[in-house]
């Protein structure tokens, strides 16, 4: 009598392709997307360092310290467009826009169907603050922060120091949907992906020709030491008669010892 034979020994002939087959299905479009995904994010690191530019631009020429005053935004807005979304090799020149041709555009950012992922470089955008389109609206009213301290902007006066508050340059970046009708690239076809980043700084002269100077600006914000000053001398007497007078008393406001004074003998006459 022949008994059947065990299933666990009859040979699986074609399970491993259709096994293949089926999870292709779901594996391959996303292993077609991975050089997409990779585009964007070199396009996001764009968007970043183009944010960066903006802004520190603006500490070289701005209403403040510099003498040609603010650099007109829709010429920043073209530097922009060409020095960051353009040709990895394009020129830097003066006055340069960039055309929406190819000869223009970075060929690394295409799609899969090799049309371009920044459809006109009009849809890269720069503004300044909450949205603002010019330099003034970029400030907000702020706090220097300091690790121990929080200093208002509105002291900035007593100290003869400029404060307008933070400035913040915005890029933002359009990107074009993928074809529509290619069911492999849903659902990019229809995401409308948008970035943006923001680069904030304070760059106000917030510095003094010489220490004693700094000492003028920032001692009426610290009304200790002065008040610990006129009591120096009975301090000085009691800590003098409880230590037998063999250890120096306190110097209360006396900030000679950690002022940065270059030696005398280090200095060399200007000529």
């Known amino acids: 009598m022949n008994r059947p034979a065990n299933p666990a020994t009859v040979p699986q002939r074609g399970q491993s392709v259709v096994e293949f087959l089926v999870l292709s299905v779901a594996l391959v479009p996303l292993f ?6 990779g585009k964007y994010q070199d396009i996001r690191h764009a968007t970043q360092m183009a944010s960066r530019y903006a802004a520190f631009d603006a500490t070289t020429r701005n209403d403040i310290q ?44 295409r799609d ?27 400030f907000s009213a702020a706090f220097d922060s300091t690790p121990f301290n929080r200093v208002p902007v509105a002291n900035a006066g007593a100290m003869g120091l400029q404060a307008p508050g933070i400035y913040t340059a915005n890029v933002s970046v359009k990107l074009a949907n993928l074809p529509a009708g290619i069911s492999s690239v849903v659902p990019f076809d229809t995401i409308d992906l948008s970035m ?7 760059f106000d002269p917030w510095s003094s020709p010489s220490p ?20 120096e001398p009975a301090v000085n007497l009691g800590v003098s008669m409880v230590d037998m007078f063999k250890v120096s008393p306190p110097e209360f ?6 002022r940065d004074v270059v030696p005398q003998d280090r200095l060399r006459p200007v000529e």
């Open 212 to 231: 004693q100077e700094t000492e003028n600006r920032f001692g009426n914000l610290a009304p200790v030491p002065n008040v610990l000053s006129a009591l």
């Open 32 to 37: 077609l997307l991975f050089p997409m995904i």
């Open 66 to 109: 510099s003498v040609d005053g603010w650099k007109p935004e829709a010429q920043l807005a073209d530097e922009v467009r060409r020095r960051f979304f353009s040709n990895s090799d394009a020129p830097i020149k003066t006055n340069d826009v960039a055309s929406d041709v190819d000869a223009n555009r970075n060929l690394a950012w």
């Open 253 to 258: 406001g006396n900030l000679q010892k950690w």
């Open 112 to 138: 899969p169907y090799n049309n371009p992922l920044i459809a006109r470089f009009s849809d890269v955008g720069l503004s300044f603050g909450n949205g603002s389109n010019t330099h003034a609206g970029g």
């Open 196 to 202: 943006q980043r923001h680069t904030s700084l304070l």
